[in-house]
C-alpha cells in the first residue's frame, strides 16, 4: 500500500475512533488511540507528499484540520438523537412536571408557620400530621419523639422542615383550642372548617 493511501487510511481510522470515543465511553482508551492513528496519518502524509509535492501535504493537512473538529461536534449534535445517546444523557423535565413541582412546593410553603405533631421518630426525618394531612418532613438535625408538637419552619425540596413546639407556646396553643372548643357546635373539631389554622 502506498503511503498516501495509508495516510488518508489512517486519518479516516482516527476520524471513526473520534465517533467511537463518543459513543461508546472508554475513559480515554479510544481517544488515545484516534490521536496515535491522527499522528501516524500526518507522517505518512509528511513521508509521501512533503518532498514532492508540499502542497498535497498542506492540503491534508488542512483538511484534517477542518474534519477533526467537524466529526467531533458532529457526533456530539447527534448523540442526543440516538437510542444509545438517550440512555447516557438525562432528558430535561417536561413543562408539566416542573408545573406539577411547582404546585406542590407552594402547598408546601402556605404550611409555613403551622403546627401540627409527629406521627413517628423524626431522625430526623420521619412523618408529621399538619391541618389534618399527613406529610413527610425532617427536623433541625435533631431527634423529636411520636406524638410531639411541632411547628412547620421551612420547606426543602419536596419536604416540610419542623422544630419542636416550645412547652409553654405549646400550652397557650392548648388553652386557645379549649376556648375555641366552647364556641363550636357539639361535635365539631377546632380546624374542621378552616376555624383554627396554627
Not at 503511503?3 to 481510522?13: D, I
Not at 483538511?63 to 473538529?69: A, E, K, R, Y
Not at 408538637?149 to 386557645?176: D, F, H, M, T, Y
Amino acid at each position: 500500500m502506498e503511503l498516501s493511501h495509508l495516510a488518508v487510511l489512517l486519518l479516516l481510522v482516527g476520524l471513526g475512533l473520534i465517533v467511537a470515543e463518543i459513543f461508546i465511553p472508554s475513559g480515554g482508551v479510544i481517544t488515545a488511540a484516534a490521536v496515535i492513528a491522527l499522528a501516524a496519518s500526518a507522517i505518512c502524509a509528511w513521508q509521501a507528499w512533503w518532498g514532492t509535492s508540499p502542497g498535497a501535504w498542506w492540503a491534508f493537512v488542512g483538511s484534517g484540520l477542518i474534519l477533526v473538529p467537524a466529526v467531533l461536534f458532529g457526533a456530539l449534535w447527534a448523540l442526543p438523537h440516538t437510542s444509545v445517546g438517550r440512555r447516557f444523557l438525562l432528558e430535561a423535565p417536561t413543562p408539566e412536571e416542573l408545573r406539577a413541582y411547582g404546585d406542590e412546593e407552594e402547598h408546601l410553603g402556605r404550611l409555613i408557620g403551622a403546627t401540627g405533631k409527629t406521627l413517628t421518630l423524626l431522625n430526623p426525618g420521619g412523618l408529621v400530621q399538619v391541618e389534618g394531612e399527613r406529610l413527610h418532613c425532617k427536623s433541625e438535625g435533631m431527634l423529636i419523639d411520636p406524638g410531639q408538637p411541632v411547628k412547620v419552619v421551612a420547606v426543602a425540596g419536596n419536604l416540610i422542615v419542623v422544630r419542636p413546639v416550645p412547652a409553654a407556646e405549646s400550652q397557650r396553643r392548648g388553652a386557645e383550642l379549649s376556648q375555641i372548643d366552647d364556641f363550636l357546635p357539639e361535635g365539631d373539631e377546632p380546624g374542621d372548617a378552616g376555624v383554627f389554622r396554627g
